[in-house]
């Protein structure tokens, strides 16, 4: 079955540094990625989504890589605030079927 | 505005007495879900629901049962609480259209089984 994989559990890093973050998927390549962000005791909520066929995608300070040779996307958060300081989760999907979350990577940003 | 709202936000019952928590989406969405989340071992999947009447176990349904009557509504009922059900839940939906297929996440139910 699919897994999901994110390299961290925890990443520690200093105010204005660039975050990254890896996800790792087993078995077949997901028509696409996504990545959310969950505060403390709150839902997750959605950030980006990359396509397979697309190498990277950005939003703000935000940037996603997919690279399916390697299975793997990267999450970059640059120029990194206290305020980033969460917990992000990678997640799978295929057109019309389920999705499967990794397991997190809790970020602090130390100011 | 577009929401998926979850009742109650927190329960505590007792073992064996049945309790239901309510999901209810005003997007229009096909896809609803289960998630239980517990510290070190993420969000895992209860059961999920690709349209009305067309539900799925995920990685952990023992001990939960859904029905998904409404497109708008996927309640999660726990027929004989245990301890170990003990948990923060999150409901989702999402469209399943391949445009967008974001997961759109409830405030979650803070649930304890004594």
């Known amino acids: 079955s699919q897994k999901i994989e994110q390299n961290s559990e925890a990443l520690n890093i200093q105010e204005g540094k660039t975050a990254t973050l890896t996800c790792n998927y087993t078995n077949y390549s997901p028509a696409y990625l996504q990545w959310y962000r969950q505060d403390p005791g709150r839902g997750p909520v959605f950030l980006l989504l990359i396509r397979e066929n697309e190498k990277e995608k950005r939003k703000e300070r935000l940037k996603v890589t997919f690279d399916t040779t390697l299975k793997q996307s990267l999450f970059h958060i640059t120029a990194s605030q206290p305020a980033d300081s969460a917990t992000y989760l990678c997640?799978?999907?295929?057109?019309?079927?389920?999705?499967?979350f990794g397991p997190g990577t809790r970020l602090s940003v130390l100011p | 505005e577009a929401q998926v709202t979850q009742n109650p936000r927190y329960l505590i019952t007792v073992t064996g007495k049945k309790l239901t928590v309510t999901c209810s989406q005003n997007m229009n969405h096909e896809y609803m879900s289960w998630y239980r989340q517990d510290p070190g071992l993420g969000l895992r999947q209860i059961y999920y629901?690709?349209?009305?009447?067309?539900?799925d176990k995920g990685d952990v349904p023992e001990g939960y049962k859904v029905s998904r009557k409404e497109k708008r509504n996927f309640p999660l009922i726990l027929e004989s609480p245990s301890p170990n059900q003990t948990s923060l839940y999150f409901c989702?939906?999402?469209?399943?259209?391949?445009?967008?297929?974001?997961?759109?996440f409830g405030s979650g139910t803070q649930l304890s089984v004594l």
């Open positions: 989702a939906s999402s469209t399943t259209t391949g445009v967008s297929e974001k997961l759109f």
């Open positions: 629901s690709m349209n009305v009447e067309v539900t």
């Open positions: 997640a799978r999907g295929n057109y019309g079927q389920n999705f499967v």
